[in-house]
């Protein structure tokens, strides 16, 4: 089966965007107040979007005293509408008879993806000569989308096939002043 790591697509897209506000630029181009609070900003950011991982099923209590054990696979444990409360069909697995091992592949089953927009808010301003400094707003995970975390995979406990943690952080801002000299 696949590797606990593989992810099958992922797409992560920088970017970085100077606003089109104050001198040489084409809105607010005099040097009104306006325009000197507007001037020098930047947009940038990174965009993740990716698959889920794959994850095995297993059995919640083991049928060969105390050896390992796993599920049969009577369906293919996928749902067309997951939801955190049922990730995938725990009815389509089911314990082997005693003492046998089960025949389910491993990994076999996705994760939730990653929906993830990292985000700053740049300007930069001259101080004297070569001094210079530079204001940021970040926003991570700006959207706030819950990167969801594995569903508990052990056929026989009562909370099979839900999801109860994540994987993620939720959104964190923060302001920075750096100078450079």
């Excluded at 593989?6 to 306006?34: C, M, N, Q, T, W």
């Excluded at 994850?55 to 996928?78: D, E, H, M, Q, Y």
């Excluded at 707003?137 to 839900?162: C, E, K, M, W, Y």
Aim: charged share 15%; glycine share 12%.
């Amino acid at each position: 089966g696949p590797a606990g790591y593989d992810v099958r697509h992922r797409a992560v897209i920088s970017y970085v965007y100077e606003l089109p506000f104050g001198p040489g630029k084409p809105f607010l181009k005099g040097d009104s107040a306006l325009g000197w609070v507007v001037r020098d900003w930047q947009l940038s950011g990174i965009t993740t979007l990716s698959t889920g991982r794959h994850f095995n099923v297993n059995l919640n209590t083991g049928v060969n005293n105390g050896a390992p054990s796993w599920p049969n696979r009577i369906g293919s444990g996928k749902l067309d509408n997951p939801t955190v409360d049922l990730w995938f069909n725990p009815a389509d697995f089911v314990a082997p008879p005693p003492n046998t091992y089960g025949d389910v592949g491993r990994g076999i089953l996705t994760a939730p993806g990653t929906i993830l927009f990292d985000t700053s808010l740049t300007r930069n301003f001259p101080i004297r000569g070569q001094m210079r400094g530079q204001f940021r707003f970040d926003a991570f995970n700006l959207f706030n989308h819950p990167q969801l975390g594995f569903p508990n995979a052990n056929i026989g406990s009562p909370t099979v096939g839900r999801i109860t943690s994540t994987i993620g952080d939720n959104r964190i801002l923060q302001f920075a002043l750096k100078v450079t000299f």
